[in-house]
């Protein structure tokens, strides 16, 4: 790919309300692995109100946020809800993150047995458990027919309960999104699904070139991406499997 001939639109939607356990993180690493490949990215920060099209983005980003956040920005992304939902159909890649995660699905119902409706784009709904389900995570997931093992760190009091649509991947450490049935995240179309923090993107390159491959081929552009030298981060993530799955 030659350089500068590329622009990718990122979108960090509700930066300032959502933004848990460094969850922007996600969005620096997106950039800088596009951007050492000669990728331009342009980032658009959109915050309550703020108009955008969702569907001339190529990866949106919506971090997690505590039940306090998620209130305050829940009318604001059901004004979005339509645009939002063509451009998940047209393929748009989303990466959602916990509180996040949660108002996809169809709602999420506090302790206290308040009902923030969620946007009901995925099949799933969350209730509040009285135990927070706090700790490193190790999630088995496919990637391109490959097992890939992701680490990251979850602090949520939601459970999350899946329908028709499929986990992310499987749980090999930690909660996931229940606790009970060995699921983690949910995945549909080019939708990424995860209550993994951590922040998950720069622990885990190969989920993150992953989509950015996906946002190059839904423009038609070729997705093969130059290796970069993530040693750094191999290493980081082997430290944390062998301590984790001991
Ligand atoms: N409020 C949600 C929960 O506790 C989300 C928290 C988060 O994003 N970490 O389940």
Redesign the pocket.
């Known amino acids: 790919m030659q350089k500068g001939k590329v622009v990718l639109k990122v979108c960090h939607l509700y930066p300032d309300l959502l933004n848990?356990y460094g969850d922007r993180g996600n969005v620096m690493a997106y950039v800088r692995r596009c951007q050492w490949r000669g990728i331009e990215v342009e980032v658009h920060r959109i915050n309550l109100g703020d108009p955008v099209d969702f569907r001339e983005m190529d990866f949106l980003f919506l971090g997690?946020?505590?039940?306090r956040e998620?209130n305050l920005m829940a009318k604001d992304l059901e004004n979005r809800r339509e645009l939002l939902q063509a451009a998940v159909e047209d393929g748009l890649v989303v990466l959602a993150i916990?509180?996040g995660y949660?108002l996809l699905g169809k709602y999420y119902r506090t302790l206290e047995g308040h009902v923030i409706p969620g946007l009901g784009l995925l099949d799933f709904y969350t209730e509040?458990g009285r135990e927070r389900m706090i700790g490193n995570v190790v999630v088995e997931l496919e990637i391109e027919g490959e097992h890939v093992r992701v680490t990251g760190f979850e602090?949520?009091?939601?459970r999350t309960f899946l329908g028709q649509i499929s986990p992310l991947g499987r749980v090999l450490v930690g909660y996931g999104n229940n606790g009970e049935d060995g699921t983690e995240g949910a995945r549909y179309k080019n939708v990424f699904c995860s209550y993994l923090?951590g922040p998950l993107l720069p622990k885990n390159p190969r989920l993150t070139d992953h989509l950015i491959s996906l946002a190059l081929m839904r423009r038609g552009l070729p997705a093969e991406l130059a290796p970069l030298d993530d040693r750094l981060e191999r290493v980081a993530a082997e430290v944390m499997l062998k301590r984790l799955l001991m």
């Open positions: 848990l997690g946020g505590s039940d998620q916990c509180g949660q509040a602090n949520h009091a939601g923090h």
